[in-house]
Protein backbone atom coordinates (compact mmCIF):
# COMPACT_ATOMS: atom_id res chain seq x y z
CA UNK A 1 0.00 0.00 0.00
CA UNK A 2 2.96 2.49 0.37
CA UNK A 3 3.77 2.15 -3.33
CA UNK A 4 0.13 3.95 -4.27
CA UNK A 5 0.52 6.05 -1.65
CA UNK A 6 4.05 7.55 -2.83
CA UNK A 7 2.56 7.82 -6.24
CA UNK A 8 -0.06 9.83 -5.00
CA UNK A 9 2.20 11.97 -3.26
CA UNK A 10 4.40 12.75 -6.26
CA UNK A 11 1.50 13.81 -8.34
CA UNK A 12 -0.05 16.15 -5.72
CA UNK A 13 3.75 17.80 -4.97
CA UNK A 14 3.62 20.34 -7.63
CA UNK A 15 0.25 21.68 -6.57
CA UNK A 16 1.38 21.88 -3.27
CA UNK A 17 4.43 23.59 -4.25
CA UNK A 18 2.46 26.22 -7.31
CA UNK A 19 4.18 24.42 -10.08
CA UNK A 20 3.06 25.41 -13.44
CA UNK A 21 4.50 23.73 -16.77
CA UNK A 22 2.81 26.79 -18.78
CA UNK A 23 3.59 30.66 -18.39
CA UNK A 24 0.91 33.22 -18.39
CA UNK A 25 1.37 35.69 -20.55
CA UNK A 26 0.63 39.68 -20.41
CA UNK A 27 0.84 41.91 -23.44
CA UNK A 28 0.68 45.07 -23.36
CA UNK A 29 0.35 47.25 -26.59
CA UNK A 30 2.96 50.41 -26.87
CA UNK A 31 1.59 53.05 -29.15
CA UNK A 32 -2.27 53.56 -30.56
CA UNK A 33 -5.41 51.73 -31.68
CA UNK A 34 -4.71 50.16 -34.79
CA UNK A 35 -7.31 51.13 -37.40
CA UNK A 36 -6.30 48.91 -40.60
CA UNK A 37 -4.37 45.92 -38.49
CA UNK A 38 -0.56 45.24 -38.17
CA UNK A 39 1.44 46.44 -35.48
CA UNK A 40 0.65 49.76 -32.78
CA UNK A 41 3.44 50.98 -32.43
CA UNK A 42 4.92 54.04 -31.28
CA UNK A 43 6.56 56.01 -33.88
CA UNK A 44 9.16 58.75 -34.32
CA UNK A 45 7.54 61.46 -36.16
CA UNK A 46 9.39 64.37 -37.69
CA UNK A 47 7.38 67.25 -38.35
CA UNK A 48 8.12 69.94 -40.93
CA UNK A 49 5.85 72.36 -40.69
CA UNK A 50 4.44 75.00 -39.30
CA UNK A 51 7.74 74.33 -36.64
CA UNK A 52 10.03 71.48 -37.34
CA UNK A 53 10.45 69.23 -34.61
CA UNK A 54 10.34 65.24 -33.39
CA UNK A 55 7.15 64.19 -31.41
CA UNK A 56 6.08 60.41 -30.84
CA UNK A 57 2.82 58.74 -31.29
CA UNK A 58 0.27 60.15 -28.91
CA UNK A 59 1.98 63.41 -28.38
CA UNK A 60 0.85 66.77 -28.80
CA UNK A 61 2.11 69.30 -30.74
CA UNK A 62 0.97 73.12 -29.77
CA UNK A 63 1.19 75.53 -32.60
CA UNK A 64 0.48 78.80 -30.39
CA UNK A 65 -1.52 81.79 -32.09
CA UNK A 66 -3.60 81.35 -35.31
CA UNK A 67 -5.96 84.10 -36.42
CA UNK A 68 -9.88 83.09 -37.79
CA UNK A 69 -9.51 81.86 -41.17
CA UNK A 70 -5.95 81.29 -41.61
CA UNK A 71 -4.87 78.06 -42.79
CA UNK A 72 -3.08 76.01 -40.87
CA UNK A 73 -0.66 73.41 -43.39
CA UNK A 74 1.03 70.29 -41.34
CA UNK A 75 3.31 68.36 -43.27
CA UNK A 76 4.82 65.19 -41.95
CA UNK A 77 7.59 63.03 -42.87
CA UNK A 78 6.66 59.98 -44.66
CA UNK A 79 9.48 57.74 -43.49
CA UNK A 80 9.90 56.39 -39.51
CA UNK A 81 13.04 53.94 -38.86
CA UNK A 82 10.57 52.03 -36.36
CA UNK A 83 7.70 49.16 -36.81
CA UNK A 84 6.97 47.02 -39.53
CA UNK A 85 7.94 43.33 -40.06
CA UNK A 86 11.54 43.55 -39.47
CA UNK A 87 11.43 46.37 -37.11
CA UNK A 88 13.47 48.52 -39.56
CA UNK A 89 10.48 51.06 -40.08
CA UNK A 90 8.78 52.22 -43.22
CA UNK A 91 6.96 54.99 -44.78
CA UNK A 92 2.94 55.71 -43.73
CA UNK A 93 1.16 56.87 -47.41
CA UNK A 94 -1.83 58.99 -45.98
CA UNK A 95 -2.86 61.95 -43.53
CA UNK A 96 -6.21 62.21 -42.02
CA UNK A 97 -8.05 64.82 -40.02
CA UNK A 98 -10.22 64.13 -37.38
CA UNK A 99 -12.39 65.57 -34.47
CA UNK A 100 -11.78 69.05 -35.86
CA UNK A 101 -13.92 71.64 -34.20
CA UNK A 102 -17.16 72.54 -35.92
CA UNK A 103 -17.49 75.13 -38.96
CA UNK A 104 -14.04 74.25 -39.99
CA UNK A 105 -12.38 73.03 -42.58
CA UNK A 106 -10.23 69.99 -43.17
CA UNK A 107 -8.27 68.74 -46.42
CA UNK A 108 -6.36 65.14 -45.98
CA UNK A 109 -3.20 64.46 -47.98
CA UNK A 110 -2.83 62.85 -51.07
CA UNK A 111 -1.84 59.51 -50.94
CA UNK A 112 1.67 58.78 -51.14
CA UNK A 113 2.58 62.81 -51.16
CA UNK A 114 6.07 63.06 -49.59
CA UNK A 115 5.94 64.83 -47.03
CA UNK A 116 2.14 64.32 -45.92
CA UNK A 117 0.16 67.71 -45.73
CA UNK A 118 -2.73 68.42 -44.29
CA UNK A 119 -4.51 71.55 -43.95
CA UNK A 120 -6.83 73.03 -41.35
CA UNK A 121 -8.49 76.05 -41.48
CA UNK A 122 -10.64 77.92 -38.56
CA UNK A 123 -14.00 79.22 -39.16
CA UNK A 124 -13.95 83.20 -39.78
CA UNK A 125 -15.93 83.57 -36.65
CA UNK A 126 -14.02 81.49 -34.52
CA UNK A 127 -14.34 82.86 -30.67
CA UNK A 128 -10.74 83.22 -29.10
CA UNK A 129 -9.90 80.11 -27.13
CA UNK A 130 -8.33 76.75 -27.36
CA UNK A 131 -8.53 74.25 -30.07
CA UNK A 132 -7.54 70.70 -31.12
CA UNK A 133 -7.68 68.14 -33.45
CA UNK A 134 -6.19 64.61 -34.36
CA UNK A 135 -3.89 63.73 -37.38
CA UNK A 136 -3.81 60.25 -37.98
CA UNK A 137 -1.28 58.32 -40.46
CA UNK A 138 -1.97 55.26 -42.43
CA UNK A 139 0.12 52.63 -43.93
CA UNK A 140 -1.74 52.47 -47.18
CA UNK A 141 -3.66 48.64 -46.95
CA UNK A 142 -1.17 48.02 -44.05
CA UNK A 143 1.44 47.10 -46.78
CA UNK A 144 4.09 47.87 -44.60
CA UNK A 145 2.98 46.65 -41.56
CA UNK A 146 3.14 50.11 -39.83
CA UNK A 147 -0.60 50.34 -39.03
CA UNK A 148 -2.09 53.86 -38.20
CA UNK A 149 -0.56 56.20 -35.71
CA UNK A 150 -1.86 59.62 -34.39
CA UNK A 151 -0.69 62.97 -32.34
CA UNK A 152 -2.77 65.71 -31.50
CA UNK A 153 -2.49 69.28 -32.42
CA UNK A 154 -3.57 72.19 -30.46
CA UNK A 155 -3.78 75.71 -31.45
CA UNK A 156 -4.99 78.93 -29.85
CA UNK A 157 -7.47 81.13 -31.96
CA UNK A 158 -6.73 85.05 -31.47
CA UNK A 159 -8.34 88.27 -33.43
CA UNK A 160 -5.72 90.15 -32.06
CA UNK A 161 -2.72 88.78 -34.20
CA UNK A 162 -0.46 92.08 -35.59
CA UNK A 163 -0.26 95.40 -34.96
CA UNK A 164 0.20 97.99 -37.70
CA UNK A 165 1.91 101.18 -36.71
CA UNK A 166 2.93 104.56 -38.58
CA UNK A 167 6.20 106.21 -37.83
CA UNK A 168 3.72 109.45 -37.42
CA UNK A 169 0.69 111.09 -38.56
CA UNK A 170 1.35 114.21 -40.49
CA UNK A 171 3.67 114.53 -42.90
CA UNK A 172 4.89 118.40 -44.35
CA UNK A 173 6.03 118.55 -47.66
CA UNK A 174 6.11 121.07 -50.52
CA UNK A 175 4.81 121.17 -53.41
CA UNK A 176 6.16 118.03 -55.85
CA UNK A 177 8.36 117.03 -53.00
CA UNK A 178 8.46 113.62 -52.89
CA UNK A 179 6.27 111.98 -49.42
CA UNK A 180 7.95 108.76 -47.93
CA UNK A 181 4.79 107.03 -45.44
CA UNK A 182 6.61 103.77 -43.96
CA UNK A 183 4.14 101.06 -42.42
CA UNK A 184 5.05 98.85 -39.79
CA UNK A 185 3.59 95.14 -39.69
CA UNK A 186 4.04 93.29 -36.66
CA UNK A 187 2.92 90.07 -37.02
CA UNK A 188 2.11 88.34 -33.16
CA UNK A 189 1.05 84.81 -34.65
CA UNK A 190 2.71 81.74 -34.71
CA UNK A 191 2.29 81.14 -38.60
CA UNK A 192 3.75 83.48 -41.55
CA UNK A 193 1.17 85.40 -42.97
CA UNK A 194 0.62 87.96 -46.50
CA UNK A 195 -0.67 91.48 -45.78
CA UNK A 196 -2.72 93.41 -48.23
CA UNK A 197 -2.03 97.12 -47.76
CA UNK A 198 -4.41 99.72 -49.76
CA UNK A 199 -3.12 103.53 -49.15
CA UNK A 200 -5.61 106.31 -50.13
CA UNK A 201 -4.29 109.71 -50.14
CA UNK A 202 -6.22 112.24 -52.43
CA UNK A 203 -6.36 110.92 -55.79
CA UNK A 204 -3.94 108.63 -55.42
CA UNK A 205 -4.31 104.83 -54.67
CA UNK A 206 -1.31 102.41 -54.05
CA UNK A 207 -1.52 99.06 -53.16
CA UNK A 208 0.91 96.53 -52.01
CA UNK A 209 1.66 92.86 -50.91
CA UNK A 210 3.97 92.15 -47.69
CA UNK A 211 4.70 88.69 -45.94
CA UNK A 212 5.75 88.78 -42.52
CA UNK A 213 7.40 85.78 -40.94
CA UNK A 214 5.73 84.11 -37.10
CA UNK A 215 6.76 87.15 -34.54
CA UNK A 216 8.95 89.00 -36.97
CA UNK A 217 8.71 92.52 -38.13
CA UNK A 218 7.97 94.28 -41.70
CA UNK A 219 8.30 97.17 -42.73
CA UNK A 220 6.80 98.56 -46.78
CA UNK A 221 7.17 102.70 -47.69
CA UNK A 222 4.94 104.36 -49.79
CA UNK A 223 6.56 106.98 -52.07
CA UNK A 224 3.80 109.77 -53.35
CA UNK A 225 4.07 113.66 -54.17
CA UNK A 226 1.41 116.23 -53.90
CA UNK A 227 1.42 119.70 -56.25
CA UNK A 228 -0.50 122.15 -54.46
CA UNK A 229 -0.67 123.35 -51.36
CA UNK A 230 -3.58 122.41 -48.98
CA UNK A 231 -3.85 119.69 -46.14
CA UNK A 232 -4.88 116.51 -47.79
CA UNK A 233 -6.41 113.70 -45.36
CA UNK A 234 -5.78 110.02 -45.98
CA UNK A 235 -5.62 106.53 -44.86
CA UNK A 236 -4.02 102.75 -44.94
CA UNK A 237 -5.66 99.95 -45.12
CA UNK A 238 -4.11 96.41 -43.73
CA UNK A 239 -5.83 93.29 -43.91
CA UNK A 240 -4.48 89.84 -43.56
CA UNK A 241 -4.86 87.81 -46.84
CA UNK A 242 -6.68 85.23 -45.83
CA UNK A 243 -9.66 87.31 -43.95
CA UNK A 244 -11.15 90.46 -44.27
CA UNK A 245 -12.70 90.39 -40.70
CA UNK A 246 -9.42 91.41 -39.26
CA UNK A 247 -8.73 94.75 -41.42
CA UNK A 248 -7.41 97.80 -39.47
CA UNK A 249 -7.29 101.31 -40.84
CA UNK A 250 -5.07 104.05 -39.89
CA UNK A 251 -5.35 107.81 -40.78
CA UNK A 252 -2.90 110.33 -41.65
CA UNK A 253 -2.44 113.37 -43.36
CA UNK A 254 -0.02 115.28 -45.49
CA UNK A 255 0.03 119.29 -45.45
CA UNK A 256 1.66 120.46 -48.69
CA UNK A 257 3.26 124.19 -48.02
CA UNK A 258 5.95 126.55 -50.02
CA UNK A 259 9.35 126.26 -48.83
CA UNK A 260 11.87 129.35 -48.60
CA UNK A 261 13.33 127.97 -52.04
CA UNK A 262 9.42 128.09 -53.26
CA UNK A 263 8.62 131.49 -52.08
CA UNK A 264 12.06 132.81 -54.04
CA UNK A 265 11.06 131.28 -56.84
CA UNK A 266 6.97 132.81 -57.14
CA UNK A 267 8.73 136.51 -55.83
CA UNK A 268 10.97 136.65 -59.00
CA UNK A 269 8.11 135.54 -61.21
CA UNK A 270 5.50 137.65 -59.74
CA UNK A 271 3.44 135.43 -57.83
CA UNK A 272 3.52 136.67 -53.93
CA UNK A 273 2.39 140.00 -53.10
CA UNK A 274 5.52 141.36 -51.11
CA UNK A 275 5.77 144.33 -48.87
CA UNK A 276 7.73 146.80 -50.88
CA UNK A 277 10.35 148.11 -48.58
CA UNK A 278 11.22 144.33 -48.95
CA UNK A 279 11.58 144.56 -52.41
CA UNK A 280 15.47 144.93 -53.46
CA UNK A 281 15.78 141.95 -50.67
CA UNK A 282 13.39 139.88 -52.55
CA UNK A 283 15.04 140.43 -55.94
CA UNK A 284 18.50 139.88 -54.54
CA UNK A 285 17.52 136.82 -53.33
CA UNK A 286 15.88 135.68 -56.64
CA UNK A 287 19.30 136.30 -58.37
CA UNK A 288 20.92 134.25 -55.83
CA UNK A 289 17.91 131.35 -56.76
CA UNK A 290 18.31 131.53 -60.45
CA UNK A 291 21.98 131.11 -60.24
CA UNK A 292 22.36 128.03 -57.53
CA UNK A 293 18.98 126.44 -58.36
CA UNK A 294 17.38 127.10 -61.09
Do not use: C
Amino acid sequence: MRAPRLIILLIFLPLLFGVNAEPVVTSAHVGHANHTGGSANNYTLTIIQPIEVTIHSGQTLNVGAVGPGQPLSIDIAREVNEGGPFGKGGGFDKAYVEKVPEGWSAKNSRLFDDPLEVVVTPSEEAKEGNYSFIVRLEDWENAEKLGNTTFKINLYVTHDIYDVYLRKELYTVGPNQPIRIPLIIYNKGNLGTVFNITLKLDKTTQVKRLYVPPKHVGETTFELSLKDEDVYNGEIDVTPEYTNTLKKTLPFAVEVKGTFRDDLKAGGEGVLLLFVPFQPIYDFAYIVYSVVWH
